[in-house]
């Protein structure tokens, strides 16, 4: 129930942001970051009250990871809204927006299961809590920096491809070492203690590691070529792409030691 | 020489290094590795099968596919580190070390992640309450009690089997608990609950309640009464897989083999019946690369987080400035 009030939430803030969109002039639209702070608000209680439930901290099913990756994109989307250092567009915030609802969207597929489960044996660890918070939490951060790519390569304004660049590299600078600590360094940890073997190639760890290695390509290409290029922007898009397989597409096409999760 | 360091330092050649690295372990995810030659013959055609098991991309990681680039790789990121870390300590201000951190610690993670594919070892053993194994190290790992924790819908809570070690019959460390996420840590070795299996065998209950369990091809002897539990077999007729015991009994009444169930049968006064005896599945893993791999993952936790850190700290002063 308050999982499809944060859902209703993250739409209502969608619309806001469209209506917006067409509306002239640079004023702020100040409606759907509190829509967003309620939804993100729903689904972290949401979790929190799962984990009561379990007796465990709720971040060990597909349901449970979705919730909080689209909660912390609209936490960080809130954040970018109010900063004053960086130009943050209306566009970048409302692709935010839509990237959150789509995870909030897959979560509330009937398809997905829902049901609240304690974990299994291999899961009962505060590594793999610390492990894949963390990993999503740098991943919102490639969300941001795949809208402001995104939007990068569509637009003519070399003004503004600066400013889209800038957040593309902020995001991927600030999101590249949470990201190393949660899905490479912790998750290594974890499986030293879970299996015997702190690496395994198995596809997940695999495609962690491919996503890595995109992003640890990123900030090299972006060293030593000139902000105005594309190739940086396109690196971040594949980067994002990478991560979406590693969540989605492992998870349902290339069964191995994560298939739970 | 200074034009192949200067090559060998480049970024554009450790851009070249991390496509190459990234493209390879794509493709490896997409074929099946590890498997029989004869496997990709029957999953592909056959020009398919012969590429990808005489370029070796059925065993990606090991082969020189992956093993090449990432020694290429090693090379230009020392050299580049050498050089920047160089160039660093030159400088009389404005020293930025965190790359150095981070690249010193990849280069400590890929010498952790040599010692330990060629150091490696592992062995499992099953054992059941009361059995002991001798480790590598002379140690003897006693096995208490294992026990099959579930949770009311019948999903796995956890595994725990509770050891003793003992060495030269000295007790060295008494009722420990081995579980999943929770090893035995003995010196070099690591002590893991790997998994678990129930086995069938033979419960003899004598009139004072005093209980022999019997495994198979073991006998029980008393008051002119011999069981020997011979073997099981699958209950005729039970499609559940539901197993009996086969025993040759002699005296209190019965001679001859004699099949038993849960339900249980009474030779003399003995009640004989089956009953399932659990046995922990212990692995036991010496990583000499382990180490390695864990300092240099702190170096590299410790080097992200400082180039980001001096990154915000130039950038705010430009701002300022």
Not at chain 2, 111 to 139: D, K, T, W, Y
Not at chain 2, 214 to 233: C, D, K, N, Q, Y
């Amino acid at each position: 129930m308050i999982a499809t009030i944060g859902f209703i939430l993250v739409i209502a803030a969608a619309a806001a942001q469209v209506v917006s969109l067409f509306r002239k002039g640079d004023k702020k639209e100040s409606l759907s970051p509190w829509l967003m702070a309620a939804a993100a608000a729903a689904f972290l209680g949401v979790m929190l009250s799962r984990s009561v439930k379990i007796g465990f901290i709720a971040l060990t099913s597909t349901y449970e990871s979705l919730l909080f990756y689209s909660a912390f994109i609209m936490i960080l989307d809130i954040v970018y809204r109010f900063q004053k250092k960086i130009h943050y567009s209306r566009i970048i915030g409302f692709g935010a927006t839509i990237a959150a609802l789509v995870l909030a969207a897959i979560a509330s597929s009937p398809l997905l299961p829902k049901e609240a489960l304690p974990p299994i044996p291999a899961l009962r660890s505060l590594w793999l809590v610390i492990h894949v918070a963390l990993s999503f939490v740098g991943e919102a951060f490639f969300v941001i920096s795949f809208v402001a790519s995104l939007a990068f390569l569509f637009t003519k304004d070399e003004k503004k491809k600066i400013d889209f660049d800038r957040i593309t590299y902020t995001a991927v600078a600030v999101g590249y070492p949470i990201f190393t600590a949660g899905a490479l360094i912790f998750g290594a940890i974890w499986a030293e203690q879970a299996w015997g073997r702190w690496w395994s190639w198995d596809p997940k760890e695999t495609w962690a590691f491919i996503t890595w290695l995109v992003y640890t390509l990123y900030l090299h290409v972006r060293l030593i070529m000139k902000k105005k290029n594309a190739a940086p922007s396109w690196i971040a898009v594949v980067g994002f792409l990478c991560t979406v397989f590693t969540f989605f597409g492992v998870n349902y096409l290339l069964p191995g030691l994560h298939s739970y999760g | 020489m200074r034009e192949f360091w200067k090559k060998l330092k480049s970024i554009k050649l450790a851009i070249a290094l991390i496509v190459i690295l990234a493209t390879g372990s794509l493709l490896a995810t997409l074929i099946p590795q590890g498997k029989a030659s004869e496997e990709y013959f029957k999953l592909y055609p056959k020009f398919v099968a012969e590429l990808v098991v005489q370029t070796g991309l059925n065993r990606f990681f090991s082969s020189i596919l992956f093993l090449v680039p990432a020694l290429l790789f090693f090379i230009n990121l020392g050299a580049c580190a050498l050089d920047r870390l160089v160039r660093e300590l030159r400088k009389k201000n404005k020293r930025r070390h965190g790359p150095d951190v981070l690249h010193v610690g990849l280069l400590l993670l890929i010498v952790g992640g040599i010692v330990s594919f060629s150091g490696r070892q592992e062995g499992m053993v099953r054992l059941a309450a009361g059995e002991s194994v001798a480790l590598p190290n002379g140690e003897i790992l006693h096995l208490i009690k294992f026990s099959d924790e579930r949770y009311e819908d019948g999903r796995p809570k956890d595994w725990t089997s509770l050891v003793n070690l003992e060495k030269d019959g000295t007790l060295l460390k008494e009722n420990v608990e081995i579980r999943v996420n929770k090893p035995l840590r003995i010196g070099a070795i690591t002590i893991y609950q790997n998994s678990y299996s129930a086995a069938l065998a033979v419960a003899v209950s004598a009139p004072d309640d005093s209980v022999t369990t019997l495994a198979r091809g073991e006998s029980f002897e008393a008051e002119g009464v011999r069981i020997f539990f011979m073997t099981t077999e699958k209950k005729p007729g039970v499609e559940t897989g539901e197993a009996q015991a086969v025993l040759r009994v002699q005296g209190g009444g019965l001679d001859g083999a004699v099949r038993v169930d849960s339900q249980g049968i009474l030779v003399g006064r003995y009640a004989v019946a089956t009953t399932q005896v659990l046995s922990t599945g212990l692995q036991a893993v010496s990583d000499p690369g382990y180490p390695f791999v864990l300092v240099s993952l702190i170096l590299i936790g410790l080097g992200t987080a400082l180039t980001f850190a001096q990154k915000l700290n130039d950038t705010l002063k430009e701002e300022k400035a």
